[in-house]
């Protein structure tokens, strides 16, 4: 969502810091293109203007302009104010009221509402293992309860019954009352919407609160809507007293202001950033962990515990002795390109890297180092036998052409891949060989095919 942003930004602080020293002039004129880099992508106006009266404030003071570094000082003051922006501290659902704990789902038609209440609903009980029911109360879209029920039969939740011709007022209250007798921690209340504000919904909405009288009201906006979900922000913020924001569609190409607009303007928390169209793509949204990302710092920690959450212990471990035993076979280089998807794919995880700026990124995909590329190398494995996967020795060239034309691809990439895998099983065997101690002593160049010397790549 930010790649835009973070293009722009990383080219304005680059300049700065290769700077040895500073001038007020250059932080103005630094900060002029900041302020262009912020309303290009979409943030409030009150808002841009807000957060550059803020980051002059600070960054012409005497501490930034003499220290050693200035140009890095004058990113951390701007780090620092985006954080500030995006909300300091992480905030995610407030659970601690009385059960069934009601969470009420508001927002226009097409923001991902429904989507959006499934996901909610499963990472509650799968992380924190609460029962949970989900209601659908929009009796105006043709099939939306139904798709509710489908959602949660994929989600393995429980749907409040369906009674043909109730208002929502009343599907509520049911919803609370069946909570509170069958057991369930948390209730959860997917609101009607509408393709634009309008008194009706307001009502409807407010209705459903004073029956319900939910612990969290979310609302649920589409980052690709722009400067308009600040309007739905506000309007949503006087009349039902929102708790948090859910942003949806987040990796996708919207430029990002939304959600630093958002923020600033209703003061509600952004709890949570949907990532993706699967059911377990929702997560925390981190408000220093985005400001890294957008200033091109990385997130090593997202990075992290997204690998927490995906490898499998028993998997990494007999991987791990493989490696030191330098028995890496075409099975375990197929399970590794698996586990890079699980994980959110190669652009995902490039993001996440510290001094990945938005050019490197461009470069990335200019070199075609994306998905589409793990996918075709998982079709070239694919079309392999088992024999020939435990054993890539034996693939001749008839073989390269019969997998080839299995995969679709070509045999020129089927040598890649080969050679791909022949060069890491070399590097582990050389890392199992030196050692700990000889790794230290021959250091990287060590590691590379012909002990350092010549091209590693050719």
Excluded: W
Excluded at 421 to 439: E, F, Q
């Amino acid at each position: 969502m930010f790649d835009s942003l973070q293009e722009r930004l990383s080219g304005v602080f680059d300049k700065l810091t290769r700077r040895g020293a500073l001038s007020e002039a250059d932080v103005t004129a630094a900060l002029r293109e900041v302020r262009v880099a912020l309303l290009e992508a979409d943030v409030a106006l009150p808002v841009v203007k807000d957060f550059i009266d803020g980051v002059r404030e600070k960054a012409v003071g005497q501490e930034v302009l003499r220290s050693v570094t200035p140009g890095q000082m004058v990113v951390k003051v701007v780090h620092d104010h985006l954080v500030e922006t995006l909300g300091a501290t992480s905030v995610g659902l407030d659970l601690r009221a009385s059960a069934p704990v009601g969470i009420m789902l508001v927002g226009l038609q097409g923001s991902g509402k429904t989507t959006s209440c499934a996901k909610i609903a499963r990472r509650l009980q799968e992380r924190e293992r609460k029962k949970v029911l989900m209601a659908s109360l929009d009796v105006r879209r043709p099939a939306a309860q139904e798709q509710l029920k489908v959602l949660g039969e994929q989600a393995g939740v429980a749907t409040l019954r369906i009674v043909p011709g109730e208002p929502p007022v009343a599907i509520a209250k049911r919803a609370m009352q069946s909570g509170a007798l069958e057991g369930y921690d948390v209730v959860m209340l997917d609101t009607a919407g509408r393709l634009a504000i309008d008194e009706e919904l307001m009502a409807e909405v407010a209705a459903v609160r004073d029956a319900a009288k939910p612990h969290e009201s979310l609302l649920v906006a589409d980052a690709m809507t722009g400067q308009d979900a600040v309007t739905v922000a506000d309007a949503f913020k006087q009349r039902v007293d929102l708790t948090g924001i859910v942003l949806t569609r987040v990796d996708g190409d919207a430029r990002g202001g939304a959600a630093l607009s958002m923020r600033a303007v209703t003061g509600c928390p952004i709890k949570l950033i949907g990532v993706g169209e699967k059911l377990d793509a929702l997560e925390d949204f981190h408000p220093d962990r985005v400001a890294s990302r957008i200033l091109g710092m990385g997130d090593v920690v997202s990075l992290v515990e997204k690998a927490a959450e995906t490898i499998e212990q028993d998997e990494a471990e007999k991987l791990a002795k493989k490696l030191q035993k330098g028995t890496f076979d075409l099975d375990d280089f197929a399970k590794q390109l698996q586990q890079m998807q699980k994980m959110g794919g190669l652009s995902s995880l490039m993001g996440m890297l510290p001094g990945m700026s938005g050019s490197q990124m461009q470069q990335l995909k200019k070199a075609k180092l994306d998905d589409g590329m793990v996918k075709r190398q998982l079709a070239v494995l694919s079309s392999m036998t088992p024999g020939e996967r435990k054993k890539p020795d034996v693939i001749k060239a008839s073989r390269k052409q019969r997998i080839a034309k299995g995969s679709g691809t070509t045999v020129q990439e089927v040598n890649k891949l080969l050679k791909q895998h022949k060069d890491a099983t070399r590097m582990m065997k050389r890392v199992h060989k030196m050692g700990k101690k000889g790794m230290l002593r021959g250091g990287l160049p060590g590691l590379m095919p012909g002990g350092g010397s010549g091209n590693p790549f050719g």
